[in-house]
């Protein structure tokens, strides 16, 4: 049978969306060019020969700031701006902050068991295990012994410790340990809020390569499937309706939304489970991840489903907002970051498009579902400057830091009035004035944002 020469995906469901949106960063991410017409995303047959690694080079490029590994390789440019300044600025905040990064970060990720699986694939056959447990013993700090006094000993003490933390970061820095642990702990905290239990998250997996695990459960069944002549297949596909030969595939692995269709036929209809996916959808599935737009454990996806080219572009524009006010050092949940970029002046002319939109957020291993109504956005946009102004109000709850910004968006998303909010943080404020970090004018914008979103709903 002569192999199709593009593969086709029809925007449909929520979760179909995130995968196509997920698909197309992938392969724009990797300087590839899949097409948007109208409602579909078209890519070419040739683009998979090399999907895995475009799959794991997303995650790694998007999330790599955010990785164990990041932490581990955080202290070799300050190690490089100690020794050219002889330490001269090495103070008392950075000693203990040194002592806490080699037992809390660099040790304790060295013995992780994730990073254990990864370090036979590795070239450089350093155990480094072990070389962290050779570095020597840091010097416990009194009030006698304190800094000061100690302080020459222990600039011996790092420069020591410097030598041998170069071959620690050499392993590190080797191309084929930049191809692994970088992306590592995105699995954990990116890749798997979405689906699990398969390939490399598979209990029974013994592919310590995640790049081969994937190609193996993802890619090669459609490569097979799209060799095969389907003419005469009894099944289809619940999801797009193409052909399938078997009914072994299915929504199982999909976090929160499938389950396991051998041990519970009670689920479906007459105990006969119709609910079988193509290898086509599987992988479209597994993309998901990468339609998401996740940090901090949170994560969000905006179902602007008018067509994939906006589709695209409004979670295109939260992830860029999300990154920006990262790299700006302002600490930004994906809720926010939607706020944000419905109140920018060039979403001005495209209302409509926003009109009664899903919002899927991730949160503690569930989805949950808004509907953005238009008066919703109408808000957002109007009172743009007072959602502005809260960014930065926080107060303290139990142990727990709370942000005004974000939970006033999530009253109104809600739809939900903010007079026992305000209620409630003034009398935080009355009783433990240390506990928040807001000011009058931010309290005037609060005032401000319920007035409004009363009057919408009036209207």
Same mark, same amino acid.
């Given at each position: 049978m002569?192999?199709?020469? &593009?593969?086709?995906f029809t925007?449909?469901d929520?979760?179909?969306?995130?995968?196509?949106?997920?698909?197309?960063?992938?392969?724009?991410?990797a300087?590839?060019?899949?097409?948007?017409?109208e409602?579909?995303?078209?890519?070419?047959?040739t683009?998979?020969?090399?999907?895995?690694?475009? $799959?794991?080079?997303f995650?790694?490029?998007?999330?790599?700031? *955010?990785?164990?590994?990041?932490?581990?390789?955080?202290?070799?440019e300050?190690?490089?701006?100690?020794?050219?300044?002889?330490? +001269?600025?090495?103070?008392?905040?950075?000693?203990?902050?040194?002592?806490? $990064?080699i037992?809390?970060?660099?040790?304790?990720?060295?013995?992780?068991?994730?990073?254990?699986?990864?370090?036979?694939?590795?070239?450089?056959?350093?155990?480094?295990?072990?070389?962290t447990?050779? *570095?020597?013993?840091?010097?416990?700090l009194?009030?006698?012994?304190?800094?000061?006094?100690?302080?020459?000993?222990?600039?011996?003490?790092?420069?020591?410790?410097?030598?041998?933390?170069? #071959?620690?970061?050499?392993?590190?820095?080797? #191309?084929?340990? /930049?191809?692994y642990?970088?992306? *590592?702990?995105?699995?954990?905290?990116?890749?798997?809020?979405?689906? &699990?239990?398969?390939?490399?998250?598979?209990?029974s997996?013994?592919?310590?390569?995640?790049?081969?695990?994937?190609?193996?459960t993802?890619?090669?069944?459609v490569?097979?499937? *799209?060799?095969?002549?389907?003419?005469?297949?009894k099944?289809?596909?619940?999801?797009?309706?193409?052909?399938?030969t078997? &009914?072994?595939l299915? $929504? &199982?692995?999909?976090?929160?939304?499938g389950?396991?269709?051998?041990r519970?036929t009670?689920?479906?209809?007459?105990?006969?489970?119709?609910?079988?996916?193509?290898?086509?959808?599987?992988?479209?599935?597994?993309?998901?991840?990468?339609?998401f737009?996740f940090?901090?454990?949170?994560?969000?996806? %905006?179902?602007?489903?008018?067509?994939?080219? +906006?589709?695209?572009?409004?979670?295109?524009?939260?992830?860029?907002?999300?990154?920006?006010?990262?790299?700006?050092?302002?600490?930004?949940?994906?809720?926010?970051?939607?706020? @944000?970029?419905?109140t920018?002046?060039?979403? /001005?002319?495209?209302?409509?498009?926003?009109?009664?939109?899903?919002?899927?957020?991730?949160?503690?291993?569930?989805? @949950?579902?808004?509907?953005?109504?238009r008066?919703? %956005? @109408?808000?957002?946009? /109007?009172?743009?400057?007072?959602?502005? @102004?809260?960014?930065?109000?926080?107060?303290?709850?139990?142990?727990?830091?709370?942000?005004?910004?974000?939970?006033v968006?999530?009253?109104?998303?809600?739809?939900?009035?903010?007079y026992?909010?305000?209620?409630?943080?003034?009398?935080?404020?009355?009783?433990?004035?240390?506990?928040?970090?807001?000011?009058a004018?931010?309290?005037?914008?609060?005032?401000?944002?319920?007035?409004?979103?009363?009057?919408?709903?009036k209207?």
């Amino acid at each position: 049978m002569e192999q199709a020469e &593009t593969i086709q995906f029809t925007m449909n469901d929520w979760l179909s969306n995130a995968g196509i949106v997920g698909l197309h960063n992938i392969l724009a991410n990797a300087d590839l060019s899949p097409r948007e017409n109208e409602n579909v995303l078209s890519m070419d047959t040739t683009d998979l020969d090399d999907f895995a690694h475009y $799959y794991f080079k997303f995650f790694l490029d998007q999330y790599q700031s *955010l990785s164990s590994y990041a932490k581990i390789m955080a202290y070799q440019e300050k190690f490089n701006h100690w020794q050219q300044t002889d330490y +001269e600025d090495f103070s008392a905040e950075d000693y203990a902050d040194f002592k806490d $990064y080699i037992q809390n970060t660099l040790k304790y990720y060295a013995k992780a068991n994730s990073f254990k699986k990864i370090y036979p694939l590795v070239i450089n056959h350093l155990d480094v295990i072990q070389a962290t447990k050779e *570095l020597p013993k840091l010097i416990n700090l009194t009030q006698k012994n304190n800094f000061k006094v100690k302080r020459p000993e222990i600039i011996e003490l790092m420069k020591e410790i410097s030598q041998q933390l170069k #071959p620690i970061y050499d392993y590190f820095t080797a #191309p084929d340990a /930049k191809k692994y642990f970088p992306v *590592l702990s995105t699995l954990y905290t990116v890749v798997n809020n979405t689906w &699990t239990n398969i390939s490399y998250f598979n209990r029974s997996n013994k592919e310590p390569d995640f790049y081969i695990a994937y190609e193996k459960t993802f890619v090669d069944p459609v490569r097979e499937y *799209l060799t095969i002549d389907h003419s005469k297949d009894k099944y289809h596909c619940s999801n797009c309706n193409r052909p399938v030969t078997k &009914t072994d595939l299915s $929504y &199982t692995f999909l976090n929160d939304m499938g389950f396991d269709t051998a041990r519970k036929t009670s689920n479906v209809w007459d105990f006969n489970n119709d609910l079988t996916i193509c290898p086509i959808c599987q992988l479209m599935y597994s993309c998901s991840s990468a339609g998401f737009n996740f940090i901090y454990g949170h994560g969000l996806f %905006v179902n602007s489903n008018n067509n994939i080219d +906006e589709l695209i572009s409004i979670n295109r524009k939260i992830n860029q907002e999300i990154w920006q006010s990262s790299d700006d050092k302002r600490q930004v949940t994906p809720y926010a970051a939607m706020i @944000r970029t419905l109140t920018e002046q060039q979403l /001005k002319d495209k209302e409509y498009v926003l009109d009664d939109v899903q919002v899927i957020e991730y949160e503690n291993e569930h989805y @949950r579902f808004n509907i953005l109504p238009r008066n919703i %956005v @109408r808000l957002f946009k /109007k009172d743009a400057a007072s959602f502005n @102004r809260l960014r930065g109000a926080n107060y303290s709850l139990n142990g727990t830091r709370h942000y005004v910004y974000e939970e006033v968006a999530d009253h109104v998303l809600n739809s939900q009035n903010l007079y026992l909010y305000v209620n409630q943080i003034l009398k935080i404020y009355l009783s433990q004035p240390t506990a928040v970090f807001i000011q009058a004018e931010q309290v005037d914008a609060l005032l401000k944002i319920n007035h409004d979103f009363l009057e919408g709903m009036k209207n």
